[in-house]
């Protein structure tokens, strides 16, 4: 299985970027998919996951500005982030619970990382 990350960049404070994910391979099915992110110096932490019944949870501090959604079809996960500011500024990684057989046990998944920056 793979997760390949992709759009992040360069943005404005303000600005708003769209991270997109898609997982690839031996997929019998998804559980929960998320997004972490590495800030420069710090430890990854959990930005937002989303449950495949499309329950979703998020990090306090990108409540009301980043929104997780999945397709289940098509095995992806997006990040819309909005109103992004120099904190938001790390290593995205997006992750995904994979079963690759009706009993097989999940596994946990991750992308390669995209690198967000937002300038002041």
């Known amino acids: 299985v793979q997760l390949q990350a992709s759009g992040g960049g360069l943005v404005q404070a303000g600005g708003s970027l769209r991270l997109s994910c898609a997982a690839s391979?031996?997929?019998?099915?998804?559980?929960?998919m998320g997004w972490y992110r590495q800030p420069p110096g710090k430890q990854r932490e959990l930005v937002a996951h989303?449950?495949?019944?499309?329950?979703?949870a998020y990090a306090d501090s990108v409540k009301g500005r980043f929104a997780i959604s999945r397709d289940n079809a098509k095995n992806t996960v997006d990040l819309q982030m909005n109103s992004l500011n120099p904190e938001d500024t790390a290593v995205y990684y997006c992750?995904?619970?994979?079963?690759?057989?009706?009993?097989?046990?999940?596994?946990?998944?991750w992308g390669q990382g995209t690198q967000v920056t937002v300038s002041s």
């Open positions: 992750n995904a619970r994979v079963r690759q057989g009706l009993l097989g046990t999940p596994f946990k998944y």
């Open positions: 989303i449950a495949r019944g499309s329950t979703t």
């Open positions: 391979g031996i997929i019998f099915s998804i559980d929960t």
